[in-house]
């Protein structure tokens, strides 16, 4: 499994995926070029670090001057993107707790 930067012992910080980055991965899943379980063990924290970085951005636009229907959309953003960290964060959660029960 790829070394998860947000485990409390931990001090390296991923490199967040690029758009471009991401957009190549995930046609190379759809085409079947790569593993599923390849991608996202190579690439998982790096996809969490871009989410906190996009969550750090939309509430800094959050806190300036929008009209309502912006604020409004980058509100329903961000619930997303934090919705997609706790996805992440539930799966290493689990993945930890299953490399602990080979381990006994």
Do not use: C
């Not at 995926?17 to 190379?28: H, I, K, P």
């Amino acid at each position: 499994m790829a070394n998860i930067p947000f485990e409390p012992n931990s001090i390296f910080v991923p490199a967040a995926l690029t758009v471009e980055e991401l957009e190549a991965g995930l046609s190379q899943l759809d085409r079947g070029e790569i593993a599923f379980d390849i991608f996202w063990d190579e690439h998982l924290s790096d996809f969490r670090q871009s989410m906190v970085v996009a969550i750090d951005e939309t509430s800094d636009m959050l806190a300036g001057r929008l009209p309502y229907r912006w604020r409004r959309e980058l509100q329903v953003q961000l619930k997303l993107l934090r919705g997609y960290v706790d996805i992440v964060d539930a799966f290493v959660a689990q993945r930890a707790g299953e490399d602990k029960a080979r381990l006994n």
